[in-house]
């Protein structure tokens, strides 16, 4: 298995934000049962879904759960164009084209019980792969092997890719930024994945203005 450092990260892990991450994750456990994957999508791109998820994945591991965090964002990877991995990394569409094997795949965090498996390379059938028999059987495999999985999926208004994977997952999550969404918007999106028959789990709203609205405390710009 690769070796990963994100906690030195301070792009995406930022020390200021963690109880807000904690009081998300508290939520999820005491709101759920037996929820083990959970799909993190937002209405348009960076509204900061990928740093959302991974940080509920950082919440659950620190607690000492075995999670896996997934980037599904197989088109536009936040995760591999901005933080960890090089350029060709391999990853989820590697896999899924028969072109590596899961121990290819996977990374392992500084956090033991966190592992990543980034996107991988360009595939030019991103919605077939994510459709595809061998994507049901990899997630059923993890769902034995982890305590949480968190998705990192493309945003609902750009591709249909979340709403394949909503229909494979537990629970979903929507980030909406702060005046970078529409209410008609965010409302049209959680009715999108309402119909997936996934559980809802609510809307995380993301970037607020802080100097404006003092009364969301110390967290920076979320």
Not at 22 to 30: A, L, M, V, W
Not at 90 to 107: H, M, P, Q, V
Not at 110 to 131: D, K, R
Not at 194 to 222: A, D, P
């Amino acid at each position: 298995m690769h070796k990963v450092d994100i906690l030195k990260n301070t792009q995406v892990i930022n020390p200021a934000t963690e109880e807000y991450y904690n009081k998300i994750r508290t939520n999820i456990q005491f709101s759920c049962v037996d929820v083990k994957t959970i799909l993190v999508t937002s209405h348009t791109q960076s509204e900061g879904k990928s740093t959302v998820s991974l940080n509920i994945a950082l919440s659950f591991a620190k607690l000492g759960l075995n999670v896996l965090y997934l980037d599904a964002d197989v088109r536009k990877s936040a995760l591999t164009s901005r933080f960890y991995f090089e350029d060709g990394a391999l990853g989820l569409t590697n896999y899924l084209s028969g072109l590596s094997s899961l121990d290819d795949i996977l990374y392992q965090s500084e956090l033991p019980n966190l592992t990543i498996i980034p996107a991988g390379n360009y595939s030019p059938n991103p919605t077939e792969l994510l459709e595809s028999h061998k994507f049901q059987q990899l997630l059923a495999s993890f769902k034995e092997q982890y305590d949480y999985i968190i998705i990192d999926a493309a945003p609902i208004g750009v591709v249909v890719d979340a709403l394949i994977l909503a229909k494979q997952s537990d629970a979903s999550l929507l980030v909406a930024g702060s005046q970078m969404v529409k209410k008609n918007e965010v409302l049209r999106t959680v009715e999108q994945l309402n119909n997936t028959q996934s559980q809802f789990l609510g809307v995380i709203l993301n970037k607020v203005n802080v100097k404006k609205n003092r009364s969301y405390g110390n967290y920076g710009n979320y």
